[in-house]
C-alpha cells in the first residue's frame, strides 16, 4: 500500500522530457478525457481562464507544423499534441464573461459581483498590470502546462514541453492570425517509445538545500 | 477502488483559492516534505531551473509581508508560505551549473555536453530570448506554481496561489534586491478554515467546448 505522496513522487520521478514517443500508441480516450477535464480545472488568476487549448491528431496539421519546432520528432510521433493559446488581451469583455459564468453557476445576480469585476477592471484592464497582460496571459497558460505535466504523469502519460517552435509560423498555420489567442507553449502527449535512451538517463535537480530557502 | 484518473480528478475539483486558512493547522512535516520534493522535481526548459523556493514559516516575516499583500489573511494565516522566486538572468555560470550537475549526475565528461551547452547559449544568453529572458524565467517559476497547486491537492493540502502582492516590497524584505533572484508569485499552502465559505461554491470554469478544440 503506497501512500498519496508515495504515488505523487514516483510519478513525478517516472516523467521526463520524452524525445521518442512510440507512434504506435495512442492514448486511452478515457485517459486523454481525464487530462482534457484537468486542463479546464487548471486554476488561473481571478479564475479568468485566459487560454484555450488546441488537441491535434491530424497527422497532415502536424506534419505541417514540425519543421516550425525545430523539426522534432515529438510533434508528429506523440499521440495528442496540444498547443497551449494564451489570450491577446484582457477586455471588458472578458470581465463580463467571467462575471455572467460566476453568476450562473453560483445562482447569484450579477450585480453582486460588480466589486470583483472592479477589481479585475482596475488591475488587468485599466491597472499598471495591462501594460503586460499578454504576459500575464502566457503565465497562466503555464500553469496550465504544469498541471498538465503533473495530472499526464500521474496518468502515467508521457509528455514533452516544447519551447522550441516558431510562435509566428503557428499562428499562421494554426489560423490564428487576427484571433483573440495567440500559440503560447507546446505539449506533446503519448507514450515513450521502448528505446527512447533519455528514458533511463539519472534526472537531473540542484540540490533541495540549494532551492529550497527556509526562513 | 477509485482509478488514478478519478483520484486526479477528485482532487482538482477539491482544490480551490482558500481564502481562510485555519491558523492552528500545520502541514504535516511528512507531507510538507513530499512538496518540498514535489517542487524540487518540476520540469523546465532545457531544465535550467531559473528559480528558487522560499518557505517562510516565521510570523514576524510573515506579519511583515501582509501589508504588501492587499492585507490578505492568507498570508499570515497559512501553514507555509512560499515565496517562488525566479533569476533575474540566465549568464555562462548558469549554462555552466546545469551542464556540471548533469555530468556529475550521468557519470559524463563535462565535454559531452558542449552541444547542449551551446543550445542554450544561442536562444537564452546570446538569442533573441535573451531581451525577455527574466520573463522567460517567470514563466518557468509558473510551471512549478501549477505543478505545486496539483501536488498539493492531491496530498489534502489547501492552496492560495498570489499575484497581489508587490513584489518591490518583497524583494527589499526578503533582501533580494542585488540578488540574482526577484519575488515573482507567492503561494500560501496549509488547511482551509471549517468557516471559508468559498470552499463551498461552485467551481467556475468554462465550458470545455469553448476550451478545447479538436484539429
Known sequence: MTT?????????HWRYATKSFDPGRTIEPSTWQALEQALVLTASSYGLQPWKFLVITD???????????????????????????????IDPADADRLI?????ARGLDPAMLA????????DLIEGPRS???????????????GNLLSSAALLGVDTCAIEGFSPADYD??????????????????????ADDRYANLAKVRYPATDLIEHR
Do not use: F
Open 59 to 89: 497527422p497532415a496539421l502536424r506534419a505541417e507544423l514540425r519543421p516550425h519546432s525545430w523539426n522534432q520528432s515529438q510533434i508528429t510521433d506523440c499521440s495528442h499534441l496540444v498547443v497551449l493559446l494564451s489570450k491577446r488581451t
Open 172 to 193: 499562421r498555420i494554426l489560423a490564428l492570425e487576427g484571433s483573440d489567442y495567440r500559440s503560447c507553449v507546446v505539449c506533446a502527449c503519448g507514450h515513450r517509445s
Open 100 to 104: 455572467d459564468c460566476t453568476a450562473a
Open 131 to 145: 501594460a503586460v497582460v499578454d504576459e500575464w496571459a502566457a503565465r497562466q497558460v503555464y500553469i496550465a502546462l
Open 4 to 12: 498519496p505522496a508515495e504515488q505523487l513522487l514516483t510519478a513525478l
Open 115 to 122: 466589486g470583483y469585476r472592479q477589481m479585475i477592471q482596475v
